[in-house]
């Protein structure tokens, strides 16, 4: 049994990233990061690697000014992302960028802005920022912006061009985005039905209680069995995936 907390995370990443692609959240584009138990380090896909197909033997290891100390590989073009936000919130264990067409879409309509409508949206209750530079995110300069823009939330959608998340975890990472995409499928729904969107209210989002621990291991552990049976991720990767959602059960 592997109990190597990098080949964890690397598995964590990779296994994730495949999933997301299954989801409609990444596609050729996007990508993972995860910070390494030092605090000093992160995981990152490769700029090439296609994300349907990633490998944890290929994913790089970065230091926090965006220099690669482990793999030979290029690394994202939009890596300051990453590592301005990693920076200004040491609370953040892993960052996803990615491109959804749903949430790209709430960026242009005039007037309207992406809200909780779902129960499991609580976790966006403090709001959904948009940051207002459309542009790659490639200087530091830009992903302090960036950061800036997210503050203490836990998603900003970038106008015209995507969205950031982040999480405590990989696998809580993975679970957040696929009920964000949730959120958004019920908003869009709401909107097309004709009907003026009745979001969440600070009431209402006081009365939800969920551990959010069991709620990702349920989750996470659903869909590892799930890519395993479809041959999305290598059986071979089920003991430290299973073995790393393991410790958020409560």
Request: charged content about 20%; proline content about 6%; aromatic content about 4%.
């Amino acid at each position: 049994m592997d109990h190597d907390p990098h080949a964890i995370l690397a598995e964590q990443i990779a296994a994730a990233t495949r999933m997301l692609v299954a989801q409609g959240i990444l596609d050729y584009s996007g990508h993972i990061s995860a910070r390494m138990p030092d605090g000093e380090h992160f995981m990152i896909q490769s700029a090439s690697d296609s994300r349907g197909e990633l490998d944890p033997s290929r994913l790089l290891v970065v230091d926090m000014d965006g220099k690669v100390i482990h793999g030979d590989l290029k690394p994202p073009l939009e890596l300051a992302l990453h590592t301005e936000i990693l920076r200004a919130r040491p609370d953040v264990g892993a960052v996803l960028h990615c491109h959804m067409e749903l949430a790209i879409t709430f960026t242009l309509m005039k007037g309207i802005q992406l809200k909780p409508m779902r129960a499991r949206a609580v976790r966006w209750a403090s709001g959904i920022p948009t940051h207002p530079d459309p542009s790659l995110i490639t200087t530091s300069e830009q992903g302090t912006a960036l950061a800036g823009t997210l503050g203490q939330h836990n998603a900003a959608l970038i106008r015209a061009h995507g969205l950031a998340m982040t999480a405590e975890t990989v696998p809580a990472l993975f679970v957040d985005a696929v009920h964000f995409l949730e959120n958004a499928k019920q908003h869009m729904m709401v909107l097309q039905a004709g009907q003026e969107p009745m979001p969440l209210t600070a009431e209402e989002i006081a009365q939800i209680s969920s551990p959010r621990g069991f709620h990702v291991a349920k989750l996470w552990n659903f869909y590892i069995r799930q890519a395993q049976s479809g041959n999305l991720i290598p059986q071979s990767w089920s003991t430290s995936l299973q073995d790393a959602a393991s410790g958020h059960r409560e």
